[in-house]
């Protein structure tokens, strides 16, 4: 114990000894180990670290790559703010398409639609029904019958298999039962089968090639396809010419039947025919619903008002042609029942220019089928009854013309000159009279002049021949009515009409407000005058059923009947306003309309009420009504205004339920006996009339 004491106090001694490396002591190796342990720990602690930081979330890196082409901006430009909104428009979509308008004959832009920036991504079709409605009550009945029904036949099936099997079973039994007393050995039978050879079905197919398909797509403008349709037409026509000179053929090209005239298709007679019938189509579908009024329509409210009757408005024609015009005439034609032709002019003396003549036809509404332009304003018209393609024209420089409406020519194919003759004021009614000991064709003429004209149609010119001269007429007292009446100076004629069973016999009406019977055989005087209007009379007519019969208007707002037999009229009306012109109807004796400068038309039937007008309708606003004319076929009238338009309209039931409609394909007896009731008609008004004059 004491040797260790000491030994531990004393001091120790450095030496140094030489050792192998295989002789270290094992103290270095254990801090070795003790050092490699430490560090693999430090590396599985930094590990389980990394482990944890995984599980921790990390925000993402960014890094901001600017463009090459980016423009730099300093912070006070980063500051302001721009305002941008979002809208749900469709890029892509074209925004200057173009429509072209019928109506209005022009282009015009398509305005935008509700659905054209819509995009449909997916739809179909369904339908659902709410358990409570009627509709599923319905549906869930249907449904119901139709279960019992099959349910019933197939019970009713089955119950027909089992009767019929329970029979079979029944009879089998019988057979089996049944003993057989026969001769013939029943055991003799032999059973025989043949097997056949069953072919194999076989199945052929072919595969091909589809043929390639190319998509071509492109956008024409107006102004190229006219370029296209200028250099076909130029080509075909560079070629009719080369045809020509190889052929050195004399014949127009228009007279040449080949291929000459076959080329130039657009601008043939065949193509203007077909689009003629293709536009009249498309005017059909596009008014369906008034074509429909027109033949089918009938107002049924008239059967609850006796004595009222009513006019459907169909059709307004106009045309771009005949602005600022006033319709100045109006006729129908004899043979095409649907065509009809407008005057147009002035009666304004300050505005005078050129006039239009326009043919329209119920086919086609939106534009007349044949313009014609004349230098002077036209003041009337009228068509040939047996030659319905000839129209005499009278203008208010007082000529007359002739048109041939069949022929493409705008010019007439007669023109009356100074040379020739011709009036010296305005021309205000021409009329065609047929004349059968006559060869050539001729038409009467009346103007403020005081001329009454015949016009023959020569070979080359119209020759002109004064009928009568009108004269002014004084006033004569009732005790000088027997005595020759004196004359001074010329009356002005407005209108005359010929009475349609004697030719010989017309009327006339002046500016002074008198009637003159006159006659062709007496053109030196008047047969007879009527005093009953104190202003200019506009029109006369005679009645189509009744030899004696004739309306006359004023401008002093009142119509009157007359009998030509008397020199008092009959019946008068006053419909407080200027009376432009009278018709009566060609389906009835006693129905007749008129026309007022305040837009009005007129329908009276003197058979239901001689007093009152069974119609009074207001037509057009801020215009006065000019001209009106009956329909010989259908029960329409057209009216005309002083603004350029024809409105036509449709008769009620009340307005023509007593006429007879004067077909020309009816025999002659059920014509006459027709025309026989129309004038007994008449005949009862005028009896009633003169009894009540009578007893006053």
């Not at 065949?270 to 027109?294: G, S």
């Not at 020519?409 to 011709?422: A, D, E, F, L, V």
């Amino acid at each position: 114990m004491v040797s260790l004491a000491k030994t531990a106090r004393s001091p120790k001694k450095k030496t140094s000894i030489g050792l192998h490396p295989k002789n270290k002591p094992k103290r270095t190796e254990e801090k070795l180990n003790a050092a490699s342990i430490r560090k693999k720990k430090e590396r599985k602690l930094a590990k389980q670290l990394e482990a944890d930081d995984e599980d921790i979330y990390q925000e993402p890196l960014k890094h901001l790559v600017a463009p090459a082409n980016q423009i730099s901006l300093t912070d006070n430009e980063l500051r302001v703010e721009i305002t941008r909104v979002l809208t749900g428009d469709d890029p892509n979509r074209p925004r200057n398409i173009s429509k072209f308008n019928f109506k209005d004959r022009r282009f015009k832009p398509d305005p935008p639609g509700q659905s054209d920036h819509m995009a449909t991504h997916f739809t179909i079709a369904g339908c659902s029904l709410h358990r409570e409605s009627s509709d599923y009550e319905t549906q869930k009945k249907r449904e119901d019958e139709k279960e019992a029904a099959e349910e019933k036949t197939r019970k009713a099936f089955i119950d027909r298999e089992l009767s019929k099997e329970n029979s079979c079973n029944e009879t089998q039994r019988e057979v089996e039962t049944h003993t057989v007393d026969n001769d013939k050995n029943q055991f003799n039978y032999t059973e025989r089968a043949a097997q056949t050879f069953n072919y194999p079905f076989r199945e052929r197919g072919m595969c091909t090639e589809p043929p390639p398909v190319l998509h071509f797509s492109s956008a024409v403008s107006q102004w190229e396809i006219y370029d296209c349709y200028m250099n076909e037409h130029t080509n075909s026509s560079m070629e009719i010419e080369k045809l020509r000179k190889a052929e050195n053929s004399a014949k127009p090209a228009a007279v040449t039947s080949g291929t000459e005239v076959g080329r130039d298709t657009v601008h043939s007679k065949h193509m203007a025919r077909a689009l003629k019938i293709m536009e009249r189509l498309v005017n059909q579908n596009a008014d369906d619903e008034i074509f429909q009024d027109f033949k089918y329509w009938e107002d049924a409210s008239d059967q609850y008002r006796d004595g009222e009757g009513s006019l459907l408005p169909l059709w307004r024609f106009s045309t771009d042609h005949t602005k600022k015009k006033q319709v100045t005439a109006l006729t129908w034609n004899p043979r095409h029942a649907d065509l009809f032709a407008v005057g147009y002019g002035s009666y304004d003396f300050m505005r005078q220019g050129s006039g239009k003549i326009c043919c329209f036809t119920l086919k086609n509404t939106s534009y007349p089928e044949y313009i014609f332009s004349t230098e002077s304003g036209v003041m009337c018209l009228d068509f040939h009854p047996l030659y319905p393609s000839l129209l005499a024209v009278g203008c208010y420089d007082g000529s007359v013309l002739v048109y041939n409406v069949c022929n493409n020519g705008m010019r007439p194919i007669y023109s009356s000159s100074i040379r020739t003759g011709k009036h010296t004021d305005p021309v205000w009614q021409v009329s065609w009279h047929v004349d059968d000991m006559g060869k050539e064709l001729g038409f009467f003429s009346i103007s403020t002049d005081g001329k009454v004209a015949h016009w023959t149609m020569s070979k080359n010119e119209l020759n002109m021949e004064p009928v009568m001269q009108l004269k002014l007429v004084q006033h004569t007292r009732k005790d000088e009515i027997e005595q020759e009446t004196s004359m001074s100076g010329f009356a002005g004629g407005c209108c005359f009409d010929f009475n349609q069973k004697h030719c010989n016999l017309f009327i006339v009406g002046t500016e002074e407000g008198r009637i003159h019977k006159c006659s062709k055989a007496y053109s030196g005087q008047y047969l007879a005058t009527y005093e009953g209007h104190h202003m200019p009379v506009y029109a006369v007519k005679w009645n189509p059923f009744h030899e004696r019969v004739f309306l006359s208007c004023s401008a002093d707002w009142t119509v009157k009947l007359w009998d030509h037999s008397a020199d008092y009229p009959i019946m008068s009306f006053d419909l407080g306003c200027s009376v432009g012109d009278i018709c009566w109807s060609p389906h009835s004796s006693t129905v007749f309309g008129a026309v007022t400068s305040d837009g009005r038309v007129h329908v009276y039937d003197l058979a239901e009420n001689k007093h009152e007008p069974l119609c009074i309708q207001k037509v057009v606003k801020r215009a006065k009504l000019t001209h009106l004319s009956f329909s010989s076929q259908d029960y329409i009238i057209i009216v005309g205004d002083d603004r350029g338009g024809v409105n036509s309209l449709k008769l009620s039931p009340n307005l023509r339920k007593l006429g007879l409609p004067m077909d020309s394909g009816g025999s002659h007896e059920t014509r006459t006996d027709a025309m026989k009731v129309q004038s007994s008609k008449m005949d009862k008004i005028l009896l009633t009339a003169d009894v009540k004059r009578t007893i006053a």
